[in-house]
């Protein structure tokens, strides 16, 4: 990969050296083939009738336009998968689709059509020529057809040069949807991530997937829509949880006691019950709660008063947080902000305006506008299918795959991969 990983659009002064290198053998061919042919041409006269003998046009005529062909179906494959013809190669650009990858057979061919279209004419006028027997004018309509021609394929190559979007395209990568870099003076994005570029990433196997309940989702209830607006800093209180109360600062701190007298906390009272979705909040508890000294149940403290005890005013060290990335099945690595829409062309819903919006191509329209709704937490983020038409789903590390049911978020671990509509992504830690 190139150290500079900006992109420059390739010059119409490159563009058109790499054509020129291109099309130099298959035009050479071509011109001296015909040229026998032509010059192989006898007449005869018997009857009072003009009998041309057109067998050596046809033969050598037939093998410059076989190796044409076989040399632009050579041409065309390895552009199509690299982006790289010869000219290209010396010239230091590469082809490309709209997003950076290989531009494809397809594209390549209309590309080419576009800018040939002068010299398929010409092909066209010397095979009528041939049919209808207009030797004595070959030349005057062979002639000017090959200069137009010519004349058309340059200024289409060099056409980028009236792009007002920063002669990015030309009339043809308009077209095809296609663009050329150049690869000497910027980086080359086939081989680098596309246009969105390279990101690190290493992604941890954990914990499967759990269809739970969203303890930032702010209701007892299984939320159907999670609000990705609005902040969360603590998981909401619940019936069945004591609110932890902090007393003024200004109160006087707790006394340690001396080393031969261990202090003494009494253990409080157990919840009166728990459920299995209670779990993400005793963990989050677990991690603020002070360490408890277990004592003697013979001896007694006056502080064993809970309602007594007070917050040591040193500050709180908080556990880093993982930076959360996600890589499409297209190669494509991106950071998640807090809240994530994905889909087609996705568009928040009232109180989402604030997402981000990861835009997914997806030419067989398998995925929704707005398909998933991700919300980090953390260690991981909460997936909800918006209703989409095709479905979502959460396949583990173990290989296990869970169907995601709509409007209902999922908790999905790091090392995991998503599953929506024909598209993927694989959920990671950097």
Same mark, same amino acid.
């Given at each position: $990969? ?20 291109? +099309? ?22 018997? @009857? ?12 050598? =005529? ?15 494959? $390895? ?65 000017? /057809? ?5 004349? +058309? ?8 040069? +009236?792009?007002?979007? @920063?002669? /990015?395209?030309? +009339?043809?990568? *308009? ?17 680098? @991530?596309?246009? %969105?570029?390279?990101?690190?990433? !290493? ?13 930032? !989702? ?32 200004? %109160?006087?701190?707790?006394? %340690? ?53 007070? $917050?040591?005013? @040193? ?27 994905? =889909? ?11 997402? %981000? ?41 173990? =290989? ?15 090392? *995991? ?14």
């Amino acid at each position: $990969m190139a150290a500079n990983l900006e992109l420059v659009p390739a010059t119409a002064g490159k563009r058109l050296g790499a054509a020129v290198l291109d +099309w130099l053998a298959p035009v050479a061919v071509l011109v001296v083939t015909f040229a026998i042919g032509f010059a192989g041409i006898t007449r005869t006269q018997s @009857g009072g009738f003009i009998i041309y003998d057109t067998g050596s046009l046809v033969l050598f =005529g037939g093998i410059g336009l076989g190796l044409t062909l076989v040399y632009l179906v050579v041409l065309m494959g $390895m552009e199509g998968r690299s982006g790289k013809t010869l000219g290209n190669h010396v010239m230091g650009i590469r082809s490309a689709d709209k997003d950076g990858y290989a531009p494809g057979a397809g594209g390549v061919f209309l590309r080419g059509l576009i800018t040939g279209a002068g010299i398929i004419l010409t092909l066209l006028a010397a095979v009528a020529i041939v049919i209808f027997k207009w030797f004595d004018v070959a030349v005057f309509i062979l002639g000017p /057809l090959l200069l137009i021609g010519a004349v +058309w394929a340059v200024l289409v190559v060099v056409s980028n040069t +009236w792009d007002r979007n @920063g002669r /990015l395209r030309g +009339w043809h990568d *308009s077209a095809a949807k296609t663009l050329v870099f150049d690869v000497k003076d910027g980086r080359n994005p086939i081989t680098s @991530g596309g246009i %969105q570029g390279p990101y690190s990433f !290493a992604p941890l196997d954990l914990p499967p997937v759990q269809q739970v309940a969203s303890p930032v !989702a702010g209701a007892a209830k299984a939320p159907q829509v999670v609000n990705a607006q609005a902040p969360v800093t603590q998981p909401p209180v619940q019936p069945w949880q004591p609110a932890v109360q902090q007393l003024p600062a200004q %109160q006087p701190a707790v006394h %340690q006691l001396p080393v031969q007298q261990p202090a003494q906390v009494q253990p409080s009272a157990p919840q009166p019950y728990a459920t299995p979705s209670s779990a993400p909040f005793q963990a989050l508890q677990a991690q603020t709660a002070a360490p408890a000294v277990p004592a003697p149940a013979t001896q007694s403290h006056p502080d064993d008063d809970l309602d007594r005890t007070q $917050m040591r005013g @040193g500050a709180a060290y908080a556990a880093p947080v993982a930076v959360l990335r996600i890589k499409l099945d297209d190669g494509r690595d991106f950071q998640l902000d807090r809240n994530v829409l994905v =889909g087609r062309n996705p568009l928040g819903q009232a109180g989402e305006q604030q997402a %981000q919006l990861l835009a997914v191509n997806d030419p067989g329209r398998s995925i929704s506008k707005t398909h998933l709704h991700l919300l980090t937490d953390g260690a991981g983020i909460w997936v909800t299918d918006r209703n989409s038409t095709n479905g979502s789903a959460v396949t583990t590390p173990d =290989g296990r795959r869970t169907p995601l049911q709509p409007a209902v978020p999922a908790f999905v671990s790091p090392g *995991s991969t998503v599953h929506f509509g024909d598209r993927s992504f694989h959920l990671g830690q950097a």
